[in-house]
């Protein structure tokens, strides 16, 4: 793991979009579960009071019935003139025949545990169902019995639907005639309470879903405006660091340029001068000394050869640094004195070749231009191990284009892919001009081409007293 970390290496934009990212994310995460989790306390007060209220008034429903009942029973259960068994016959009846709806019916159980009343569940009548449980355990008739011992009370349990035969959740509200020990009582299945309840609980659920999603927008929204914001800003930025750079580097190339010029002209004017003085000096001094000692003259001679050499010298070093012929005659006559004097230098084969045309270059790509076909040139005596070398030169209707090619060994695919000093260079020289660099390479041969656009071609007129042919 720790070398995985060792190679994660962010950058500066990516560090100030996680610095403003990962706070925001973390705060509306924790904003999002508050909200939820109020939201869903919320939501669950409604619910159960919504339920206590379904349910309170399930209860007064069957209160109504029981109270009902009983109004139409009580002058048969109170009346001490009649029969106690044909009271209780005839109240059997009335409560058998009252039922209601699609489920609601009235029931009667002894205190023993014996139906004596089931309308719609007749298999219960006549038969003792005292040890009765529900599928919670709760054990239905006993609980029946217990609430008609003590007045009257409700009882929740489970029952099974007459229409269906399948266990419901079910209210029931008893009462009693204490004097014959029954229990009277009717019930209201409360699955759709239960089902209103469940559908309200949905609805929160998904509010709340609906809610995280809404936060999540917005949080997805922001982070997007934050990592745009931060990648316009970091553009923005590296263009600034881009042109300021661009503009330090050509600084610097001035400078070398103007430095270049300073030394070539004081190595011209200077030092040359000075060695072509003492040069001329030994040259008299050996004419003379030719006149008086034999022999004398060889040292003389050796000397006047050495600085011939370190005139030679300082004259090309002059040259190399800034050949006053570019600035006197322009492009290519300065690139066709480069070629020569490289084919003199290294016996390679050189050939310039170019084609007049009016445009000509300003100054800037002239020296650019000339830059790279020296630091080519360079490369060729190096490492091309070459036979021949052209360099062509000419504009045409999008700029100019400087091509120099070999027939050496061309580059290997390791320095292609880590150019060296020379290719660098040459490579921000022409992106300076805004222009473009190719280096083509096979085992045949190198080719580099130099692309200047057409911002830096001259007009004639710009140019007074100047040869049309001027590069």
């Not at 217990?146 to 007459?162: D, L, S």
């Not at 091309?384 to 070999?406: F, P, Y």
């Not at 020379?422 to 020289?429: A, D, Y």
Request: glycine share 8%.
């Amino acid at each position: 793991m720790k070398p995985t970390f060792r190679h994660l290496r962010l950058n500066y934009g990516q560090k100030i979009f996680l610095l403003a990212s990962i706070p925001l994310v973390l705060t509306t995460a924790a904003i999002a579960f508050v909200v939820a989790a109020q939201a869903r306390a919320l939501s669950e007060r409604e619910i159960l009071s919504l339920e206590t209220q379904l349910i309170e008034a399930k209860k007064q429903e069957l209160r109504n019935y029981i109270t009902q009942a009983r109004k139409g029973t009580y002058y048969l259960y109170e009346s001490g003139r009649l029969d106690e068994d044909f009271s209780k016959l005839r109240v059997t009846q009335i409560l058998a025949a009252k039922t209601y709806g699609d489920e609601g019916f009235f029931f009667v159980y002894d205190f023993d545990g014996n139906n004596l009343v089931s309308p719609r569940q007749t298999y219960l009548i006549n038969k003792n169902w005292w040890h009765l449980e529900d599928r919670e355990g709760t054990k239905v008739v006993q609980e029946f019995v217990h609430a008609a011992r003590t007045g009257a009370g409700f009882v929740e349990h489970y029952w099974p639907k007459p229409s269906t035969g399948e266990e419901a959740r079910m209210i029931t509200y008893v009462s009693s005639f204490p004097s014959w020990r029954w229990a009277v009582g009717t019930g209201i299945f409360i699955d759709d309470v239960i089902a209103s309840v469940e559908a309200a609980r949905a609805e929160m659920r998904s509010r709340i879903m609906l809610t995280f999603w809404y936060i999540g927008g917005i949080t997805g929204s922001a982070l997007l405006v934050v990592f745009i914001s931060g990648f316009a800003l970091n553009m923005r930025e590296r263009r600034l660091a881009d042109a300021k750079l661009k503009e330090l580097t050509q600084r610097v190339f001035d400078a070398q340029e103007e430095e270049r010029g300073r030394v070539a002209r004081e190595l011209h004017d200077g030092i040359s001068q000075i060695l072509v003085g003492v040069k001329f000096a030994l040259d008299v001094a050996r004419r003379q000394v030719v006149k008086s000692t034999p022999g004398a003259e060889r040292p003389l001679d050796k000397g006047i050869d050495n600085l011939a050499s370190a005139i030679h010298e300082v004259r090309r070093i002059s040259r190399d640094l800034r050949p006053g012929i570019l600035d006197d005659l322009g492009l290519g006559p300065a690139l066709k004195t480069l070629t020569d004097e490289f084919s003199k230098r290294t016996g390679i084969q050189a050939q310039f070749q170019t084609v007049v045309f009016r445009n000509r270059l300003d100054q800037e790509a002239r020296i650019a231009l000339y830059r790279i076909a020296q630091e080519a040139l360079t490369n060729v005596e190096r490492h091309a191990n070459a036979s021949r070398v052209e360099v062509d030169l000419r504009g045409h209707r999008t700029g100019g284009t400087l091509r120099i090619s070999d027939n050496g060994q061309g580059i290997d695919d390791l320095y292609a892919a880590r150019p060296g000093i020379g290719l660098r260079n040459m490579q921000e020289r022409i992106e300076q001009l805004g222009g473009s660099l190719r280096v083509l390479s096979s085992k045949s041969g190198t080719v580099i081409e130099a692309n200047v656009p057409l911002t830096h071609m001259l007009p004639p007129e710009s140019d007074t007293g100047a040869s049309p042919d001027r590069l």
